[in-house]
Nanobody, 127 residues
Framework: QVQLVESGGGLVQAGGSLRLSCAAS????????MGWFRQAPAKEREFVAY????????RYADSVKGRFTISRDNAKNTVYLQMNSLKPEDTAVYFC????????????????????WGQGTQVTVSS
């Protein structure tokens, strides 16, 4: 059974930083691409960042490009999201997700490409 457990959320002032972690178990972590999504109150879940199975490819939503960095440590079965220059509009519950199929995936920005999800971690950015 795949489990994804996020940590690292919290309350931070605008301009601050947080690093989210997502520890995975249950499948060969190094074979699967990972994504981060977020959902703000009364809004749809949206794509934030993607990293390929081997870390060789990353993609970001335009709203976070240049401020957020996704990375992974396959030896630790963990994916990270470093968030800098946080803005109040970044306030949301952040979810990590593991791809449905191994290795290369298409449409990495769509939630249907991901089979497993963490429980989410709250990030609140005050102005």
């Amino acid at each position: 059974q795949v489990q994804l457990v996020e940590s690292g959320g919290g309350l931070v002032q605008a301009g601050g930083s947080l690093r989210l972690s997502c520890a995975a178990s249950g499948r060969t972590f190094s074979s699967y691409s990972m994504g981060w999504f977020r959902q703000a109150p009364a809004k749809e879940r949206e794509f934030v960042a993607y990293i390929s199975w081997n870390g060789g490819s990353t993609r970001y939503a335009d709203s976070v490009k240049g401020r957020f960095t996704i990375s992974r440590d396959n030896a630790k079965n963990t994916v990270y999201l470093q968030m800098n220059s946080l803005k109040p509009e970044d306030t949301a519950v952040y979810f990590c997700a593991q791809a449905r199929t191994s290795y290369v995936i298409s449409y990495y920005y769509t939630s249907s490409q991901y089979a497993y999800w963490g429980q989410g971690t709250q990030v609140t950015v005050s102005s």
